[in-house]
């Protein structure tokens, strides 16, 4: 019984979870499609709402990201993150 109310917690902090990497992510995902807008409008021509788009939105996000994990490396290597 034991085991069993310990998977149902486990369980419920789930959405949790996820509402919370949402909120996090939400910003930087946000920037991510205002860069792909700016350069859909003078480039790209996506049907947005379409699997294109998605992905020049994902690829775009990882690539935002790391750019920001590779500025402020040093900081976390050397224990500077503030």
């Not at 992510?25 to 946000?30: E, T």
């Not at 409008?41 to 788009?53: D, G, R, V, Y």
């Not at 020049?56 to 402020?72: E, H, K």
Request: charged share 10%.
């Amino acid at each position: 019984m034991q085991r069993l109310t310990n998977w149902l917690k486990t369980l419920s902090a789930i959405p949790l979870a996820l509402g919370v990497i949402f909120l996090v992510l939400l910003p930087s995902i946000l920037l991510s499609m205002l860069v792909v807008g700016v350069f859909d409008l003078l480039f790209l021509e996506l049907a947005w709402m379409s699997w294109k788009a998605f992905w020049w939105v994902l690829g775009t996000w990882f690539v935002l990201a790391l750019i920001m994990l590779a500025n402020s490396s040093d900081k976390i290597l050397f224990g500077l993150w503030r």
